[in-house]
C-alpha cells in the first residue's frame, strides 16, 4: 500500500493501523528491523535542501533533496515530523526557505509526503534579534518554590551602524503556553492565520519611549517584571538595578474593562537607577494586571510598526481580533498584527510536557522551537555564529530549534 501526505492529510487511513503504529513507533531503529521507502518533495523544487525525519522518540534522519526536490529516505515504522529549513544570503537580501509538518505514519508500504515550503526575503538593513529569553524564574533560597516575577529579553544588534528603537515593540502570540489545552486559532491541526499575513499578539504589547537606540554589536536588556535587585532577597535571581537596562513599566495603560498593569507584585517601583527614558509604554487591550508572559512556553515576537507608531496601531479598536466564537471576550483579545513587521520571534515549548505543546509561530517567523526546563534559573540563548572584528554576530535562521540552546543560569547574572 501507498500513503501519500499533503499538507498533513493521510491518504488512505485506518484507525487499527493507526494504532497498530503507534505502538510500532516505540521501538528503536535496530539492525534488521522492517525499513520503509519514504520520499518527501518539497512544493518548491529546490536541491540541495536538508530535509529532517524526526520520529516520537525524537530520532532524527536528514536527507538532502536531489534535483527534483525530493528527499529519500529508509525508515522504520512510526510517528514522524517532518522540517527543512535553509538560509541564503546574495549581499542584498537573506532568502529563508521554512517548511515543517507533523503526524506522518510511516510502517505500510512506500509513503510519498509533500512538505510546503514557504520562502521569506527580509532586507538585512534591520538586524535585531532576541539574543536571550529569561522567563522560567529560579528556585527560592529556602527550597520552598520557585521565584518567576524576574524576567527578562535581551535584544541584539547583529550589525556595525547604530539602529534606532522608534516604533520598535515586543508582544506575545495566543495561546499564553504552548502546552494550553486549547488554542482559539487552531483547527485540524492548522492554524487559521496559516494562510494570512497576520499573527494575533494576546492580551497587550510594549514599546520603547522614542529617540532610544541601540549600539553597534551590543545587547539591550529588558526587563519583563520586578525591574529591581532581585537578589537582595533571592540569591539565585538577577540584578536588575543598571542604568543601562530597560523595563516595562506602565501602571496607566488601560484597556476598555478599565484594567490596568498595576500589580505590584510584577510591577514594584523600578530600581531609581533605571532612567525614566528606560521605560517600556505599553497598550493594553486585554484582561488582567500584569503583562501574562508565561514562564514555561511562551511565542515571543520583536516587531516594528510601518507608517504609524505602536500606541496607534495598536490602540485602533479596528485592529484587535477575537477567536471565533469569542468576540469581543476582552479575555482573548488579540492585535491583529501584520506578519511582515516582526523582526524576530522565538517559539518555546515546555521540555515537562513536550508531547502538549503545539506551534503558534508560522513557519516564516519560527520554523522550530527550543524546550525550556523552568523554575531552575535556566535561560534561553542564541548561538554566535562567527565574529567580525572581535564582535559577536549571532546566527539567525528563522528556527530556535537550530538558533537557540538552553544554558543553566541567566547571562546576567
Known amino acids: 500500500m501507498k500513503m501519500t501526505y499533503i499538507y498533513n492529510k493521510v491518504l488512505p487511513a485506518k484507525t487499527a493501523v493507526m494504532a497498530l503504529l503507534l505502538i510500532m513507533s516505540s521501538c528503536t531503529y535496530d539492525e534488521g528491523q522492517e525499513t520503509y ?17 524526526t520520529n516520537s522518540l525524537a530520532t532524527s ?6 534535483e527534483n526536490g525530493t528527499a529519500h529516505f529508509i525508515l522504520p515504522a512510526g510517528i514522524y515530523g517532518a522540517s527543512v529549513s535553509k538560509v541564503e544570503d546574495d549581499g542584498y537580501f537573506r532568502n529563508v526557505y ?3 509538518m507533523s503526524d506522518i505514519v510511516i510502517g505500510q508500504g512506500s509513503t510519498d509526503v509533500i512538505l510546503p515550503v514557504s520562502k521569506t526575503s527580509m532586507q538585512t538593513a534591520n538586524p535585531l534579534v532576541i539574543k536571550e529569553l529569561y522567563i522560567g524564574g529560579c528556585s527560592k533560597d529556602d527550597g520552598s518554590g520557585i521565584f518567576a516575577i524576574d524576567k527578562c529579553l535581551i535584544i541584539y544588534n547583529n550589525s556595525a551602524s547604530v539602529v ?24 485540524g491541526g492548522v492554524l487559521e492565520y496559516a494562510g494570512e499575513d497576520w499573527i494575533p499578539a494576546i492580551n497587550g504589547i510594549w514599546y520603547f519611549q522614542d529617540g532610544q537606540q541601540i549600539a553597534p554589536y551590543s545587547e539591550l536588556v529588558i526587563n519583563i517584571c520586578g525591574a529591581i535587585d532581585n537578589t537582595l532577597t533571592y540569591s539565585n535571581s538577577v ?15 488601560t484597556s476598555s474593562d478599565g484594567g490596568k498593569y498595576n500589580n505590584t507584585l510584577y510591577y514594584p517601583s523600578p530600581s531609581e537607577v533605571i532612567p525614566v527614558s528606560h521605560y517600556l509604554k505599553a497598550v493594553k487591550y486585554g484582561k488582567g494586571n500584569a503583562w ?6 511562551p511565542a515571543v515576537m520583536l516587531f516594528k510598526t510601518e507608517g504609524t507608531s505602536p500606541r496607534l496601531f495598536a490602540g485602533d479598536i479596528s485592529n484587535i481580533i477575537y477567536p ?33 505543546c503545539k506551534k503558534r509561530l508560522t513557519p516564516d517567523l519560527d520554523n522550530g522551537y527550543v524546550t525550556l526546563l523552568n523554575g531552575y534559573g535556566h535561560s534561553l540563548v542564541r548561538k554566535v555564529e562567527k565574529t567580525v572584528d572581535g564582535h559577536d554576530v549571532y546566527q539567525d535562521t528563522n528556527n530556535s530549534t537550530n ?8 547571562s546576567l547574572r
Not at 534522519?61 to 536531489?66: I, L, Q, V
Not at 540584578?239 to 495603560?253: Q, R
Open 61 to 66: 534522519f536528514t536527507e538532502m533533496t536531489d
Open 324 to 356: 471565533s466564537g469569542k468576540q469581543d471576550d476582552i479575555i482573548y483579545a488579540c492585535l491583529k498584527l501584520p506578519r511582515a513587521w516582526v523582526l524576530d520571534a522565538v517559539e518555546v515549548y515546555n521540555a515537562n510536557k513536550l508531547a502538549d
Open 403 to 410: 538558533d537557540f540552546y538552553e544554558t543553566d543560569h541567566c
Open 164 to 187: 534606532s528603537l522608534d516604533n520598535v515593540a515586543i508582544g506575545m502570540v495566543e495561546p499564553y503556553n504552548a502546552e494550553a489545552s486549547t488554542h482559539s486559532f487552531l483547527s
Open 98 to 100: 521554512n517548511g515543517s
Open 37 to 53: 521507502s519514504v520520499n518527501v518533495s518539497l512544493t518548491q523544487a529546490l536541491e540541495g535542501m536538508p530535509v529532517q525525519m
Open 239 to 253: 540584578n536588575y538595578a543598571n542604568p543601562e537596562y530597560y523595563c516595562t513599566y506602565d501602571v496607566e495603560a
Open 292 to 297: 501574562p508572559m508565561s514562564q514555561t512556553a
